[in-house]
Each structure stands twice: as C-alpha cells, then as structure tokens.
C-alpha cells in the first residue's frame, strides 16, 4: 500500500500531478509534460493499491507521496517544468521537514547517463529552487546502476548530502512487457484487431529442417548513433542481405546523425573517415528502411510492440540495438521491451545494452548464449572494444554457411523454451511491494 497526494481531482477522480493549469479542465490519456497515471496502471497490474488522498484529507503524519511522472526529458523538465506546476498548498507541505509527505519523480521509463544535458542539473536546481529538503524527495529510475552512478554524479558535481536525491533502480519494462502480451494475446478482452496466430510463434509448427531465408534480425525506429553506426556498418560490409531490418528515423531527420568516433575501434583507425563518409550517405540515400509499420505511426497504440513470427521463424537470432548504449565508467544499464522480445519468439540474441546486462538476465534466471556468440562484450567499459567484439559476432555469421547457424540454433533450444517460458511464468509482485516497502521506510 502507498499514499497518493492529488493536488487535481475531476469529477472526483484524480489526474496526474503537476499538469498545467489550462490541461486540467478534462480527463485526458496524456498531459504532455507528465505521464497519465501510468505508476497506478502498474499497480493495477501487480494487484498492489493505493490510497488516493486530496490536500484536506492527508494525514501529515503518514508517508504520503506527491508523484510526478514525467514524459519526455526537455518537456517535463524544461518548456512545461513539472516543478513549476506543484501548487503552493501541496508546495508548502513539501517544504515543512515536521510532516512526511514526500516528493516522488517517478521516471523507470528513462535511463540516460546523468549528464544529458537539461535533465538531473535541472531537477536538482527546481528542488533547490522550490525550497524542498532534498531528504524528502525519491526518484525511481530506470538505470539499475543508479545509486552507484549518482554517487559518480554527486562527486563530479561537488553536492554534498544536503543535495541528494534518494535513489532508487527499477526495471518497469519486464513487468510492462509482459502485461502488453497479456493484452494482445491471452486476455479474453485481447485488443481489438490484433492477430495472435500473426505475431507468436508455435513451437509445434516449426519445421527443424526448413533453412531460413536470412541470419538474423535488427530492428531500429529511433535513430540513436550507435544504431546509425551498426545498419551502416552492416551495408558497408555488404551483410545487408543476410537480415531482415528496419531503420525508421523516427523524430529524425535524415540527416540527423551525430559523432561515431567513439565507436570505431583502434584496429579501424584507418577506416575512420571512410567510416564516417559512408554513415552519413547511408543515413542520407538508405533510410527510412520499412518492414511494417513507418516512423508516423510506429506510436500508433502499440504497433511498435508488435511482433510478425515470420521476423522470426525466417532468421536464427535478433541482434538487440537496445535504447541506451554506453560502456565508460558510469554507464547506465537500461532495459526495455526491446531485450524480451526475443524470448516470446525463441530467439537467441546479442546486445547492445550498457555493461552487465547479459550478467543481470542471468540473475532473473534467464539464459544466454555463449556457445553462438563471444559474450566478452558483457564486461567491457571501452565503448569501442565492447561494439568490436558484437561486430565480430555478427561476421562470424554472416561469414559461415548459414546450415551452421541452423544446427547452432537448434542446439539452443532448451534454452529457448526456456527463456520463454520463464518470461511468462515470473510473478512481478514482489519486486513492486520491495519498491513500496523502500518508500515506505519499512
């Protein structure tokens, strides 16, 4: 159980806090600056409640939290600054050290290294601002390498304790993910127009000896540069044909790309400015690359956790471009969607994540695949020689006959069913009441 202070309610219903004034007039699914209810939602899915309290009927005396849910990082926090929107009678209880109703930023929907700019600089200055004691402020985060990351941060920034944020690593994508499949597959009420016999895979269907069109599957919408980096490589080297891939630049232009220095490694040196020269005409003449859905409705719902089994059934494993890749001290590790995916279609897989991502899914019980790929890469911080390593992988393969990668894959089975099975057999419930046990002191 965990208290909710709303500082809006409509028609007796509460909505997300620190919305503008002029959005408050209606419900709406989404405010812009901050998230609609999601943290309830997932409550909701874990069979976890909440006490919804107003301004007149909290009790000072028990933990109650003021939560904001941000959205986007430059619109929560700088054009529609969700601190800005705390009204001054909820502001004031803030401000009182003699109460226990407690400021809660809600953000497991990002992990981005704390120096992106317009991001932890401005919600440190807003608290400082607003005259809240930074020890009734927490923020959930989906970095689980936050608490040792912010320590980096505090010591870089020179803040002593008097300005630390209590932080606290979550992964809500797991449990978000396998609601979604809930939705779209299994439920009675399914989503309207989904197909599951189009997007999951039946074990029993699978021919072990039909060999498949293409070696693996890459998947990008949003044009971040290591992805820029990876489909360009891929075309440069000449593997385009040996992958089934898509590369939408969605909110991007273009020409949109940034600088890839950091990922050419020492032994490509040489290569660098061909590399560079290439990355940008590949962005420029090849891209958008469309599978199904292009970047104007890839958001659509939720097309863009839409699975098509052939993506799957006619390739032997997914190359993961997950959303946050990095490998220098204070990495972030971020895991989305984007890792499971995977595991509801049988696919083995490699991955672009921050360092110790493999060694995390090895703790929830999952399993990887060191007999198909070099999984050094896991403990590497040097972004360059981590990405060399992934890049060998994917030669590797697409170098070897593909009937090799079809009895590799095969030989990895049990590991498949069981990822599988262990993704839709995990009970999320505990890792929610540790997270409220956390915020409630206990």
């Not at 502001?91 to 317009?118: A, C, Q, T, Y």
């Not at 220098?328 to 895991?335: D, E, K, Q, T, V």
């Not at 050094?376 to 593909?402: F, P, V």
């Not at 030989?411 to 505990?430: M, T």
Request: aromatic share 14%; charged share 25%; proline share 5%.
């Amino acid at each position: 159980m965990i208290n909710l202070l709303y500082q809006t309610w409509i028609n007796n219903i509460p909505i997300s806090n620190s919305v503008p004034p002029h959005k408050r007039k209606i419900e709406s699914n989404g405010y812009g600056n901050v998230k609609c209810n999601y943290l309830e939602k997932m409550l909701e899915v874990v069979d976890i409640k909440w006490n919804s309290k107003t301004i007149e009927n909290i009790n000072p005396d028990e933990i109650t939290y003021y939560h904001i849910q941000p959205e986007w990082i430059d619109l929560a926090f700088f054009y529609e600054n969700v601190f800005h929107y705390i009204d001054e009678p909820v502001l004031n209880l803030l401000r009182d050290p003699n109460n226990k109703v407690r400021l809660l930023i809600w953000f497991p929907s990002e992990g981005f290294h704390l120096s992106m700019p317009r991001f932890l600089d401005d919600i440190t200055w807003s608290i400082n601002d607003k005259g809240i004691p930074f020890d009734k402020v927490r923020m959930v985060y989906g970095d689980l390498k936050i608490e040792h990351n912010y320590e980096k941060y505090l010591f870089y920034k020179r803040l002593g304790e008097d300005q630390k944020i209590t932080m606290y690593p979550f992964n809500v994508f797991e449990t978000n993910y396998r609601h979604e499949c809930d939705l779209r597959y299994f439920m009675n009420h399914k989503r309207k127009g989904v197909d599951a016999e189009r997007e999951l895979i039946d074990s029993k269907e699978l021919d072990r000896n039909h060999i498949r069109s293409h070696k693996f599957l890459c998947k990008n919408a949003n044009p971040r540069e290591h992805r820029i980096y990876i489909m360009s490589e891929i075309y440069r080297r000449g593997w385009q044909d040996q992958t089934i891939h898509s590369f939408l630049n969605r909110y991007f232009t273009p020409t949109s790309i940034g600088n890839l220095d950091s990922y050419i490694s020492e032994t490509q040196q040489h290569y660098r400015d061909e590399i560079d020269k290439h990355s940008q005409e590949w962005l420029k003449t090849k891209t958008p690359i469309i599978l199904d859905y292009d970047a104007n409705n890839i958001g659509d719902d939720m097309n863009q956790r839409m699975l098509v089994k052939e993506h799957f059934t006619e390739t032997y494993f997914s190359f993961v471009t997950e959303t946050v890749f990095e490998s220098h001290p204070g990495a972030p590790l971020f895991i989305t969607e984007k890792t499971y995916m995977p595991f509801v279609n049988y696919h083995p897989f490699i991955i672009t994540s921050g360092p110790g991502c493999l060694s995390y899914l090895h703790e929830q019980g999952y399993e990887t695949f060191p007999e198909l790929f070099d999984e050094s890469y896991d403990g590497m911080t040097d972004r360059s020689k981590r990405l060399a390593i992934i890049m060998n992988n994917i030669e590797k393969w697409c170098k070897q006959d593909i009937k090799e990668l079809h009895k590799a894959y095969w030989s990895v089975w049990d590991k498949l069913e069981h990822n599988r099975k262990h993704f839709f057999a995990r009970n999320h419930r505990l890792e929610w009441e540790n997270l409220l046990d956390f915020l409630n002191d206990k």
